[in-house]
């Protein structure tokens, strides 16, 4: 395979009030592994962006092999040899695998699409990755984990020469990600420049070669890996030292006390979730861990109602209630963050404003509209007190970052002052410096009497503000662990245990 | 427009996309395309823009123009709700026939106006809720849901009018239709008064939050919440009660139920009038000012085709050209490109 | 004029060839009609019914509901049981030689009513209908004589490349190129409807300056006529007296509006074709074959005189 050296030099990008990037440097050589790192809004997505042909960029030029290459269109980038994957993966889950593989290079016969040959083409170049699965059903059948490879079995032609991935690992879980790794480190050492986005920094060290960090649309720092310790490079990324990261001990003493705010008997939804017990006493922190499709998701789902069960009970206060429907639970006093914010929980026309007030509406109902002052007082309050970053309240919520999207929902909730939240993977796809300030909410909030359970993926995390911890393996409860035993390795012992 | 000076004087100053800052806003363009055509019309009949009293009443073809697009503008507004939910409702035709077929047969039947009215609108609601159902409760397509009524509707109003055009002498629907309330027509009157009541269940309750929020994103909305089902059944009642007052208007006018004729093609009218206004069909947001711009854009293409005295062969290539320009003015490089233009004449 | 006469003559006698036969052996005729989708052909069918009691005709009547299919079946049914004649109002243009083939085949004569079909002429006997022209026509010729060959006419155009509306204004246009100082001012399509031609008037009354130096509106149909006399009152104008009207169609309201003295005239589209049709059916079944292949259905034209009596032959 030929390869090449992709050279970015003095890339600029302006958007109306915005500098995207300014005067940017970088190099991916051939056959290493270069993380991107930075912050929401650093500049990371622009730049892969005008790298692949999406957007213009205002000034710079980009070599191969020291070449200037126009860069106008997806196609042009596709043509030099750089493919991309990105975080949202754009597929059309409707479609076979096949049809997906083969988007806007079917093979014809005779003029005629033919199917066969395209499911041969898609088995072939998911042979690469050592995937097989059955090409001809449709990719919306698949798990998320396999929609990925599949995305990237798309960007990897036979003339790739960079690949760009952009949060290639936010939905996968630890084995997948070995999976992936063991492919990417085949690529590289097939001479692939291989470009790695991601805010999981354990991973930077165990597979990137070379690191750039970008903050607020300039390059901050770059270098090999093995130069840039941990606590540098989070301090390049967030431009001042950190501690709240690094502070990741547990509440000191579990306080929670008193009836349960919640509690849940038996459960279940066939196929779904085996019955299950938790209970939530006000200043609690349930985190639930788990492997990718251990159940997370569905057991937070059932306990807010948004999915049905078929046994179990509930009460409130001590006092059994009925929750068929994430109304019945809203009026209850319970909040629900959801683990894909684009498809379950933002209105991404509406503005940051009325995508903050809305839970609270709702539960006035519809006569009792919020005046303009009320809304416009909430949103700025709570756009000062979670720190998101918006010129005004009223700017479409679609235009933020992920990590100020999830600060929206996370807004929109406790505008409505519920007694006990869920939140299913809080910071997801979102930057350190947000998911330090979401970790230190959750703590807060915590220390304030709510009640919150949370599912997240990052044991760190867990470990780092749960009071107690409910381990779920297989769509199964298999343990809870509380107090002061809330030990990384015993979650992990619980998680893997036969 | 509200014009503020020191923003204005400033924007130059200001890098140059930020610019044209009143071309960000939305009725801009619409606006725009409405105020081109209207030029074209000075030109091509000096009279247009004369405005006098004959016999009391407002008189000119720019009356004619608001008069004539008055019962579009009630049902289109009608229609920016129910597309405001990511819904379409195809049959406002088939129900402005209905309308007028009952009111017809309840006239003769000897019951008293103001009652006929309202039996009438309650038709039209019910009508409304048969899609509402048929949409929100056994989840059917909205395209396809709101098919059934377009289709046997007008067979329905045939039914109850046996087939004939069934004409009527009614003051009290005359007046609502044809009459006048001091000088102004009282139909523009009756659309105003739809006009303040959409915008007042829009802006004032949080319907229009949750309409929006609906559809914006309808999942979202049931884990916030919102009682979606309520929310989609509420706007297709919205638009069956607008449907049925644009019926009456229409069926006024005429005197007459024409149920082969009355409200056909009106869908359509309505959908490319909220179109025109700058939303999308996707859902997400109701524009209601800019809703009633997109139906005068409709209706003084037709007016001025009308005035202009082309011959009739012509109306239909004409309409699509200037709907056509219309539409290429809201597709953002055509924006960009206009924006750029203006902004280089002003330096 | 005198065609007309003449022809009405030639119906009169023909009709009372037909009267004597009927009484001698009851006839079959089939008759397969369109359907019922206005309320002209609804009366047209209901005439032929009574018409054939009337003469002693056993009728054989089959509603198509606008299908060619059904129809074509209709015919072979016909075919089958042996009618003495066969009466076909067609859905479609094209299609019909097949059919008509097997009906000569069985010696069944064949006769077309209404609209036309395109097919070898040889295989039906002939068609009897009336004539759009000719509407057009009378409705000049009545406007040329009412205002004395001096006239600015604005025109409510039927829907677009309709054949009523393509006729009815070729045959206007005919009469009023006669005189020099007839001519059509402004003409638009009111699409046929009481609201198309209601909103056209509307602009023609802003265009012209409340109709002034126009003498007369002519519409295609009287729907459209009844949608220009409101447009007419509700600004201040006087339909029937400041300007002249005169339309087709013939239904109960324009005649209502005669006698309120806002119409001056309309063009009968006859719905009561009955007698012409039987009259060339059994004509033909007696032994008279001359026919021409279009034999015309004579057309009235009506004015507030025997407004009154229309209103009432009509039911309104």
Sequence with gaps: MQTAKVELIGISKNFPGV???????????????????GENGAGKSTLIKIMTGALSRDAGAVLINGKPVELDSPAAAQAVGIGAVYQEVNLIPSLSVAANLTLERQPRRFGFISWRKAAEDARVALKRLDVSIDVERPLGSYSLA????????????????????????????????????????????RGLAIVFITHFLDQVYQIADRITVLRNGRRVGAGPTSALPQVELVSLMLGHELQAVEERRPPAEAKAEGEPVLSVKELGAKRVMAPFDLELRAGDVLGLAGLLGSGRTETAKLVFGASAADSGAIRVDGKPVSIRSPRQAIRLGIGFCPEDRKRE???????????????????????????AAEQEKIASDMIRALGIATPDADKPVGQLSGGNQQKVILARWLVSNPRVLILDEPTRGIDVGAHAEIVALIRRLCAEGMALLVASSELDEIVAFSTRVAVLRDRRKVAEISGAKIERDDIVQAIAAP | MRLDPPAALQAPTRRPAAAPKFSEWRAFWPLLAL???????????????????????LYGSLIDILYRGAPTAVVALGMAVVIGARGIDLSVGAVIAIAGAVMTELIHAGMSAPAVLLATLLVSLICGLWNGALVALLDIQPIIATLILMVAGRGV????????????????????STGRLGPAPSRIVVAAAVYALTWAAMRRTALGLFVESVGANAEASRLTGIDAKFVTISTYLISGVAAGIAGVLITSDIRGSDANNAGLWMELDAILAVVLGGASLNGGRVYIFNTLIGVLIIQSLTTSILVSGLPPEYNLIVKAIVVFLCLLLQARPVRQAVSGMIWAKRT | MSILKHMLAAAVGAAALAGLSASASAQTIGFSQVGSESDWRTAFSADMKAEAEKRGIKLQFSDAQQKEENQLKAVRSFIAQKVDAIIIAPVVVTGWDQVLKEAQAAKIPVFIADRAVESDPSLFVTRIAADFNLEGRLAGAWLAQASKGNCNIVELQGTVGSAPAIERKKGFEAVISLFPNMKIVKSQSGNFTTSGGKEVMESFIKATDGLKDVCAVWAHNDNMMLGAIQAMKEAGLKPGKD??????????????????????????????????????????????????????????????????????????
Excluded: C
């Design chain 1, 19 to 37: 500098v995207a990037l300014d005067n940017v440097d970088i190099a991916f050589q051939p056959g290493e592994v270069h993380a991107l790192l």
């Design chain 1, 146 to 189: 396999i929609q990925h490879l599949v995305a990237i079995a798309r960007a990897l032609r036979e003339d790739t020469q960079v690949l760009v991935l952009d949060e290639p690992t936010a939905s996968l879980d630890a084995r997948e990600v070995e999976r992936l790794f063991a492919i990417l480190r085949d690529l590289k050492a």
């Design chain 1, 345 to 371: 929980g933002l209105m991404l026309e509406l503005t940051v404003r009325e995508n903050i007030i809305l839970a609270l509406q709702t539960k006035r109902g519809w006569l009792r509209l919020l005046s």
């Design chain 2, 35 to 57: 105020a081109l055509i209207l030029l074209v019309d000075a030109f091509i009949s000096p009279g247009f823009f004369t405005i006098r009293l004959v016999e009391g009443r």
């Design chain 2, 157 to 176: 109003a045939q039914m109850i009018d046996a087939g004939t055009i069934v004409t009527f002498r009614s003051d009290f629907f005359s007046a609502i």
């Design chain 3, 243 to 316: 300007v002249l009207t005169v339309s087709v169609d013939g239904v109960p309201d324009i005649f209502k509006a005669m006698l309120a003295g806002e119409s001056d005239a309309s063009v009968e589209l006859k719905s009561d074709i009955g007698k012409y049709i039987y009259d060339v059916v059994q004509g033909y079944l007696k032994g008279k074959h001359d026919y021409p292949k279009w034999v015309l259905i004579p057309s009235d034209l009506h004015t507030p005189a025997d407004a009154a009596e229309m209103l009432k032959k009509k039911g309104g």
